[in-house]
């Protein structure tokens, strides 16, 4: 199998290698953001910032996690 056929393979089963890496890269950022936020008694606003998204955002800004 030559590896146009792989990528198209890959691409028509939903593995497209950018979204993957997105999406490892947007995981990162926020198990760290968990981290800082238990590391500094923050729980509450952990789970704030699973239901909100905005309010996630904020907080990646504000440990600079942008």
Known sequence: MKSWE???MA???GYDEGK???QED?????N?????LAE???TEDIVKSARD???QENLF???GLK
């Open 20 to 22: 993957i890496d997105g």
């Open 32 to 36: 760290q953001l968990n981290i800082f």
């Open 6 to 8: 792989v990528e198209q």
């Open 61 to 63: 800004e504000e440990f």
């Open 53 to 55: 998204k905005v309010y």
């Open 11 to 13: 691409r028509e089963e």
């Open 40 to 42: 500094a008694g923050r």
């Open 26 to 30: 947007m995981q990162a950022r926020i």
